[in-house]
């Protein structure tokens, strides 16, 4: 009672044709008779290739803003430094001239000449110019002093 050939290909269609993916001639992947275990396997390697895709563009932009917040703290740092060595000169030079000449001598406290020469190298590193005024600003910050006592 079973069914002549002809009969069950008409009922079911005629019978799949079998897919094979290649590399070259190395068989990688052999589908069968469904294309839907092919639709099914295409989707997750696309879900999965997307995935990728997403996290290396994510964990890229976390590198480069870490980078960005690094750089910025380490030009910081080293301006910082810089103002330093030059509170730390601007003090032995003039204690040097009052030494030399027996003059009166206002030295100011080494911070506020940090604070002055962070703010110049600051902005001379930004501007690539010392700011209009940076000698008038000097004299009023630190020249008024000397008058005062």
Not at 63 to 79: D, G, H, P, Q, Y
Not at 128 to 137: A, F, H, Q, S
């Amino acid at each position: 009672m079973g069914h002549p050939d002809h009969t069950h290909r008409r009922r079911h269609g005629p019978p799949a044709r079998r897919l094979i993916a290649r590399v070259g001639r190395t068989r990688i992947c052999d589908y069968g008779d469904s294309f839907q275990h092919h639709s099914m396997s295409t989707s997750l390697l696309t879900s999965v290739v997307v995935a990728a895709v997403v996290a290396s563009i994510i964990s890229g932009l976390f590198a480069s803003i870490t980078l960005i917040i690094e750089r910025r703290a380490k030009r910081k740092e080293l301006i910082f430094a810089k103002a330093l060595e030059l509170a730390k000169l601007k003090i032995d030079t003039l204690a040097d001239f009052a030494q030399h000449t027996s003059a009166t001598t206002f030295i100011a406290d080494p911070a506020e000449y940090a604070e002055y020469y962070y703010g110049l190298l600051e902005t001379l590193h930004a501007k690539g110019r010392l700011p209009k005024g940076w000698g008038e600003e000097y004299d009023r910050r630190f020249s008024q002093r000397i008058s005062d006592q």
